[in-house]
């Protein structure tokens, strides 16, 4: 129903739903994700509180949770419910995903780390693990380490929109670091480097 874009016949049906049966967890959190679909986020935030009180470990409802504050600029308890999240569901991908934006979104890069490292167990041939992985080592200042990930990216996914950016971002921190810590790298040969830059 959501997929077929009946979004708002979803929300009504839910809230007809829920008013008989309030307690159902599932129910509220798809109302809320449906609800951030349609650019409601305090409504979404509602929904997914109601979850998390009918049952304090529903890992959606916390995971609900940490994406709409992210989108509401709270990224401090966005970081508490995505760790909430993954306490409870530590396998599910999406939920590694939003510890790794609320915890770089809130500064924690010893939480963004512990995300890029589950999600590069959970999804190896993906390219989302080593992006946290090089964006938490920029953040740190080690460059050679970001800028190993960065090339390795780029040969294996060379159109994500992601690589890009973090490709800019090492050449930008490695041209405002002071010179005597500007690496001396060659950059390997081929094409894809110099055509991702000029991207």
Do not use: F, N
Not at 61 to 88: I, M, N, W, Y
Not at 120 to 131: M, T, V
């Amino acid at each position: 129903m959501v997929a077929d874009g009946r979004a708002e016949l979803a929300v009504s049906r839910l809230r007809r739903l829920l008013q008989d049966e309030p307690h159902q967890g599932e129910a509220q959190a798809l109302l809320g994700a449906t609800l951030l679909s349609l650019h409601q986020p305090e409504e979404a935030l509602r929904a997914a509180d109601a979850a998390i009180a009918h049952q304090s470990d529903h890992a959606e409802g916390h995971h609900l949770r940490a994406r709409v504050l992210l989108q509401l600029g709270q990224p401090a308890p966005a970081l508490a419910s995505a760790r909430a999240a993954t306490a409870r569901e530590p396998l599910v991908p999406s939920y590694q995903k939003a510890l790794v934006r609320a915890a770089l979104a809130a500064g924690s890069l010893e939480d963004a780390a512990a995300g890029a490292a589950a999600l590069s167990r959970l999804e190896p041939g993906e390219a989302d693990g080593r992006l946290a992985e090089a964006e938490v080592s920029r953040r740190q200042g080690h460059l050679d380490r970001a800028g190993q990930l960065a090339d390795s990216l780029c040969s294996s996914h060379p159109d994500h929109p992601g690589v890009r950016r973090l490709v800019h971002a090492v050449e930008a921190d490695r041209a405002a670091a002071p010179p005597a810590h500007q690496p001396d790298r060659r950059r390997p040969p081929g094409r894809w480097w110099d055509r991702l830059r000029r991207r």
